[in-house]
């Protein structure tokens, strides 16, 4: 089926605006052979007349003053869709965002993100869900509009992202415990009793590939799914957490932090995003937001 030419409707809106091909014509800047060329399309595309000669002037038919104010609505639509989005106004803002994030994200990052977000659009809401996996298929149906983490093999290639700090794993132990004093050895490392987090409950770690070339091998006594979890097991335990730095910065407070005695590499955490929320200026904010509530809080720590 051919497709109509959608510029005739403001040509028909002016038309019967004016009811006059000579006004319309210079309304919309045209010759009146132009204007007239166009009525002629119009008449052949809808099957009728439109304007026809009343003495020295023009009036509708029926079908002209049946489409008057339809026509008139979806020229106003049209304008509306295609004009630039018009300025954000946060305190009138109205909507709830999903973030995917970890557990230990939101507890180190939620207050400050939640009193920024509060403060700026009173009317928006944040939900937070727990992040299971790296799968992209939450961004890409539109259940999940903003995420964090480690960016992946599963990760869609259409998604977008923007780093928003780099992070190092460090060892975490009560106040009190023995890796609390004295250097910290690979040996003494490996000697203890560790939590590994999994959240696909695997039974090996990035930590434990880098302990193969020094010949250890640890001792793991708990596996659990998140960050958060592991500190508040290895608080009240002789238990050895492995976590990031950055990441878990608020909720290692009162515990005993050290650099761990084998290298490992740094990770890059980051938010991710469809491209078809790239342009929405309320989306654009909340990104705004998280990345400077993580840079802020970073800097003061």
């Not at 509306?80 to 009138?92: T, Y």
């Not at 799968?135 to 964090?148: K, M, N, Q, Y």
């Not at 992946?152 to 190092?168: C, H, I, M, Q, Y």
């Not at 654009?284 to 809080?297: K, M, S």
Request: net charge positive; hydrophobic share 40%; glycine share 8%.
């Amino acid at each position: 089926m051919s497709i109509p030419d959608l510029n005739l409707l403001v040509t028909l809106d002016v038309l019967l605006a004016e009811g006059s091909v000579a006004r319309a014509a210079r309304r919309l800047r045209l010759s009146p052979s132009a204007m007239s060329r166009a009525l002629a399309r119009l008449r052949d595309t809808t099957g009728d007349p439109l304007l026809v000669r009343a003495g020295r002037g023009l009036v509708p038919t029926p079908r002209a003053i049946a489409l008057r104010e339809r026509v008139g609505q979806l020229v106003q639509d049209a304008e509306a869709v295609l004009r630039p989005a018009e300025k954000l106004k946060l305190e009138q803002l109205v909507r709830t965002f999903t973030l995917r994030t970890s557990e230990g994200f939101v507890e180190n990052f939620g207050p400050s993100l939640i009193a920024r977000v509060g403060e700026e659009a009173p009317g928006v809401r944040l939900r937070f869900v727990q992040k299971l996996d790296k799968d992209s298929a939450p961004l890409r149906d539109g259940t999940v509009d903003l995420e964090t983490g480690v960016i992946g093999d599963s990760t869609g290639p259409e998604v977008r992202t923007r780093a928003l700090f780099r992070d190092r794993f460090i060892g975490v132990v009560r106040m009190g415990h023995s890796l609390s004093q004295g250097e910290i050895t690979p040996s003494r490392y490996a000697a203890g009793r560790h939590i590994l987090v999994s959240r696909r409950g695997q039974g090996k770690g990035p930590m434990d590939e880098a302990l193969k070339p020094f010949g250890l091998e640890r001792e793991i006594v708990t596996i659990v799914g998140g960050f958060s979890t592991a500190l508040a097991l290895a608080r009240a335990s002789d238990l050895i957490a492995t976590v990031p730095e950055r990441h878990t910065g608020n909720l290692r407070a009162g515990m005993y932090s050290f650099p761990l005695p084998v290298p490992t590499p740094e990770i890059t955490v980051s938010m991710l995003w469809h491209p078809r929320l790239d342009a929405d200026t309320a989306h654009r904010w909340l990104r705004g937001c998280l990345h400077d509530v993580c840079a802020e809080q970073l800097t003061d720590s």
